[in-house]
């Protein structure tokens, strides 16, 4: 699918018209959290499938709904499960939702993902804050939209993650005594884990972690003017002299431990 600004407005309308009024704050919701969901108050749930141009989520632990409702005073906006290129999907696609959020009124953006730690001091479990990201994915949600109303087409990307909200973060992090490290994603394609040798190069690169998402979704928000700020869940630790075969199932749980932090942080932040 080619995304157009008309398709974009025709999904704001059908969502205005389920009641998705004015959010303030977005949120995406990475591999194994999902207890953002859980805090959100009189929330409107709406399957994927039923959204106009909207694609579904094909990755079996992302449920694919999207959420209104309000965490404090603040409205919100939130993806339960996000899109990959992995799944087949263009990059216009997989970011699709971050324009309807612009859109319909989002000035923030709070992304979450899981990711390999490769940096040695990083611990399964770990929350660490992307302060940068090398993107080594082989498109661009930009390319070829020429279209004004997108917005312009050389986006800066010099401080892709907003300084003042991190603050936010790290401040509210150390109030409930949670460590918050931080560090550089890298986006690879995937749907393959890497092999010893490409965490060496990746680890060479300066990235400390790596994952499949998140930075196509943080290009369009710097484009379209919304401030991000994006944490990893380290699951499980790439350094590629003790390399040891993926578990799965122990990624999702450690995903959903660290995510009862990482929710409890992000509540307090989009409270105030």
């Known amino acids: 699918m080619s995304i157009t600004p008309e398709l974009v407005t025709e999904t704001s309308r059908f969502l205005k018209k389920e009641g998705f009024n004015n959010p303030v704050a977005g949120i995406i919701m990475g591999t194994g959290l999902g207890a953002m969901a859980d805090k959100i108050e009189n929330p409107i749930i709406i399957p994927y499938s039923t959204i106009p141009n909207f694609p579904e989520a094909t990755v079996e632990f992302h449920k694919g709904n999207l959420i209104f409702g309000a965490i404090g005073n603040t409205k919100v906006m939130a993806m339960q499960g996000r899109f990959h290129y992995y799944e087949g999907y263009s990059m216009q696609q997989i970011t699709f939702p971050v324009r309807v959020m612009k859109e319909l009124g989002v000035q923030v953006l709070f992304l979450s993902n899981a990711a390999g730690g490769m940096n040695t001091d990083y611990k399964k479990g770990d929350l ?145």
Not at 192 to 218: F, H, I, K
Not at 229 to 235: K, P, R
Request: net charge negative.
């Open 128 to 272: 660490v804050m992307i302060e940068d990201h090398i993107n080594l994915l082989p498109d661009n949600p930009l390319r070829g939209l020429s279209d004004p109303a997108f917005g312009q087409r050389f986006v800066d990307m010099s401080q892709p993650y907003d300084i003042g909200l991190m603050e936010i973060i790290s401040q509210h992090a150390n109030q409930k005594n949670i460590t918050i490290k931080k560090g550089t994603y890298v986006s690879v394609m995937g749907p393959n884990l890497e092999t010893r040798a490409e965490y060496r190069w990746l680890r060479s690169m300066g990235a400390d972690m790596v994952g499949m998402s998140t930075v196509p979704e943080v290009i369009v928000a710097n484009q379209i003017g919304i401030k991000c700020a994006a944490v990893s869940v380290i699951t499980d630790e790439c350094d590629p002299n003790n390399l040891k075969p993926i578990n799965i199932p122990e990624i999702i749980e450690i995903a959903g431990k660290a995510d009862q932090l990482l929710s409890s942080i992000l509540v307090d932040c989009i409270k105030n």
